[in-house]
């Protein structure tokens, strides 16, 4: 690692970041002082980010158990559990001078722990009659008072809301012969990322939380068969209130217990790999759980353990704590964290949550920004956030050198998606957030004819030069109650009466299907060098997703994804599904999100609203007027020769009206026209978008 940064490398893809090279330099000095020290003390990121194999339960090939727990505050301390009748002093802790305390409980017998598989090492209020439930570890702190707490890095935890709901720690040491093993290999790292975002809870049909086992069985095929490369898993990481999405972590090292064990994740994992498919996590270090019981929260006793004191731990609008990135400990526990789950059950990388909150003293809250680069470097700027997040990327890539990560940043830092020596923070990707909002914005607030061709094209490729960009119509976010999916703004109430083919095709739903093909296809080719999608929304899921909770009397109604729409062969669902299908195969046979070629905008027409784009040698042609087709239209291309249709959204398997040829041949007139060398001339109907191919890859 160079110990100087070198301005020549930050400004080589943008001089307009010369003026801010002092306070770029200051980060990597803080990212590079912080690298040294761990290389000093623990020999670099191999052994720091191994804290789950010391701290946290361990169970040794003897039987013997070695329970550590990082509590300076705490004044005395002993593990409690099932196995010793929740006896307060019978299993007393060591403390070394670090503010670690130990215990290690003997085997039963050569072999066997002491303390069984599985067994609770967290016990209700009402078996030890306190106001408050035991927990794994008991400590007394400075003020004399006992708080007990669910052990930081434990790997299981589980809920029974008809007890509390809070949360009881259980140590998960299976048998050998039932410990999963894994049995593929890792896919080799995409080129072409192709990612469906996934909740393993809401992926059954059912009233109720799907299970591992279930998206195993049923998903992870359809997932296989429309094409994608890549699964985004959410809310893994175990959190108390189901309807906080996943975000409200607090147990980090745990994966989510409501929709089984942490064996049955393995699986699914594995056979994801199996067919081909990459495996990221959806990581939550931007922010955790204010609870305190079965949370992080007043750890030891004090607000600051994990977490900033006062108010700079606090975020306002999620009310939650926030890591304190510029403490040691906390950063052994944040990067052993990330380890964690890519060596325990083999994910292939993150995406990770939040990332503006983390960059900025702000959060972002009440903030918008303009583009100016002194909003990105200046005194508004979380150094320390931004500085784990240069370690954390760097620490990923050099243990894991194919490891995938992605960051959700709405402030559109520069130098976000480059390496942190040439000044940057080091992510793959960056999500391509103004995208999903510019649809929403034209289809709440703007009839068919005021869509701006140019705005549309400007906002798909305004992204930075040299850093990737992860491309979405809509996510997670835009399917949450208050507001709707695509599907559901285009087609409304009619998708509950006219989407069979047995019913009249409407002006409406003949309108949403259209758009609804032609937003995705342009999203996908035009928007970055990778492509999302939020499940069902590929087969235009209705309605809005809205956890079970209070305000919904605790309903699972839409709290699902249903299934039997898409696969009912009378209802027009299937034809969506058919043509991201197509999409998505396209893309595997032409790759154009590998990244080597943006793509070249030639039209923006806003009287004919008709937009043209090349891009890895297709010609991708969309007329989004409302009435006008458009006969032997004549658009530009660079290469001359034959081309041929490869893809249409107007056949009828896709919900369309065959109004196109697909077997028809377009040869090119040497003659510049838009800028290209040479023309073709198409028939392109309303609504339709076309994409053409040199006939010699078809």
Not at 7 to 26: A, E, H, M, S, T
Not at 240 to 254: E, L, R
Not at 671 to 692: C, D, E, H, S
Request: glycine share 8%; net charge negative; hydrophobic share 35%.
């Amino acid at each position: 690692m160079p110990t100087k940064l070198n301005i020549d490398r930050v400004i080589r893809q943008d001089g307009y970041l010369r003026p801010f090279f002092p306070f770029i330099n200051q980060r990597y000095d803080q990212y590079a002082k912080w690298k040294a020290d761990i290389q000093k003390n623990e020999g670099g990121y191999d052994n720091f980010t191994k804290g789950y194999e010391k701290l946290g339960f361990n169970v040794a090939k003897d039987g013997a158990i070695t329970y550590r727990e990082w509590a300076p505050n705490a004044k005395e301390a002993s593990l409690i559990g099932d196995f010793n009748g929740w006896n307060r002093s019978s299993h007393p802790m060591e403390r070394d001078e670090f503010g670690v305390w130990s215990i290690t409980v003997p085997p039963k017998s050569p072999g066997e722990p002491a303390i069984p598989h599985d067994s609770k090492i967290k016990a209700s209020s009402e078996l030890l009659r306190l106001p408050i439930p035991a927990c794994s570890i008991s400590m007394v702190i400075p003020s004399g008072e006992r708080i007990e707490r669910i052990p930081a890095w434990i790997k299981r935890v589980t809920q029974d809301l008809k007890v509390s709901p809070v949360y009881d720690a259980r140590l998960w040491n299976p048998p050998a012969e039932k410990q999963y093993k894994f049995k593929n290999a890792r896919p080799k790292k995409p080129t072409s990322l192709r990612i469906y975002e996934a909740h393993v809870g809401i992926s059954t049909s059912e009233l109720r939380v799907g299970t591992y086992p279930e998206f195993t069985r049923d998903i992870l095929p359809r997932i296989a068969a429309l094409g994608y490369n890549t699964i985004q898993l959410m809310a893994v990481m175990e959190h108390a209130y189901y309807a906080s999405f996943g975000y409200q972590v607090t147990s980090f090292f745990a994966a989510s217990s409501r929709y089984g064990t942490p064996e049955e994740l393995k699986e699914l994992i594995d056979t994801a790999h199996g067919m081909g498919i990459t495996v990221l996590l959806d990581i939550v270090h931007s922010h955790a759980c204010k609870n305190v019981l079965d949370g992080l929260n007043g750890f030891d006793g004090t607000d600051h353990l994990y977490f900033h004191e006062g108010g700079k731990g606090r975020h306002e609008l999620w009310d939650s704590r926030l890591f304190n990135y510029g403490h040691y400990e906390v950063l052994r526990f944040l990067l052993s964290n990330l380890r964690f789950w890519i060596e325990e059950y083999q994910f292939d990388g993150f995406r990770f949550d939040g990332v503006t909150s983390m960059m900025y003293l702000h959060h972002g809250i009440g903030t918008g920004f303009s583009g100016g680069y002194h909003e990105y470097f200046g005194d508004t700027v979380d150094l320390e956030g931004v500085v784990y997040l240069m370690l954390a990327n760097d620490m990923v890539h050099t243990l894991f050198p194919n490891a995938i990560t992605i960051a959700e940043d709405v402030s559109g830092m520069p130098l976000l998606c480059v390496s942190p020596e040439d000044g940057g923070v080091g992510f793959d990707y960056r999500l391509s957030m103004a995208i999903p909002d510019m649809w929403i914005k034209l289809l709440k607030e703007k009839q068919d004819d005021e869509w701006d061709m140019g705005n549309i094209a400007h906002t798909l490729t305004n992204r930075r030069y040299g850093e990737k960009s992860i491309a979405y119509a809509e996510s997670h976010d835009q399917a949450l109650v208050g507001d709707k999916t695509l599907a559901f703004w285009l087609m409304d109430k009619e998708m509950y009466t006219h989407m069979s083919d047995l019913s009249e095709m409407t002006p409406i739903i003949a309108r949403g299907l259209a758009l609804h093909k032609m937003i995705r296809l342009i999203v996908h080719s035009l928007g970055g060098e990778g492509y999302l999608n939020f499940e069902g929304n590929e087969f235009g899921h209705p309605e809005w997703l809205d956890f079970p909770r209070e305000g919904n009397g605790n309903s699972f109604q839409y709290a699902r994804r249903q299934w039997p729409i898409v696969d009912d062969k009378l209802l027009r669902y299937k034809y969506l599904n058919n043509f991201d299908a197509a999409m998505q195969k396209l893309e595997d046979k032409y790759h154009w999100l590998e990244g080597n070629d943006p793509g070249y905008v030639s039209l923006k027409n806003e009287t004919d609203k008709v937009i043209v784009y090349e891009r890895c040698g297709l010609l991708f042609i969309y007329n989004f007027h409302s009435t006008k087709s458009y006969t032997d239209y004549r658009v530009g291309v660079e290469v001359p020769g034959e081309y041929r249709v490869a893809l249409s959204t107007d056949e009828k398997q896709y919900g369309g009206f065959d109004l196109i040829d697909v077997k028809g041949k377009y040869l090119t007139t040497d003659f510049t026209w838009n800028g290209r060398k040479n023309y073709l001339q198409v028939y392109i109907p309303a609504r339709t978008a076309l994409v053409l191919a040199p006939a010699s890859t078809i």
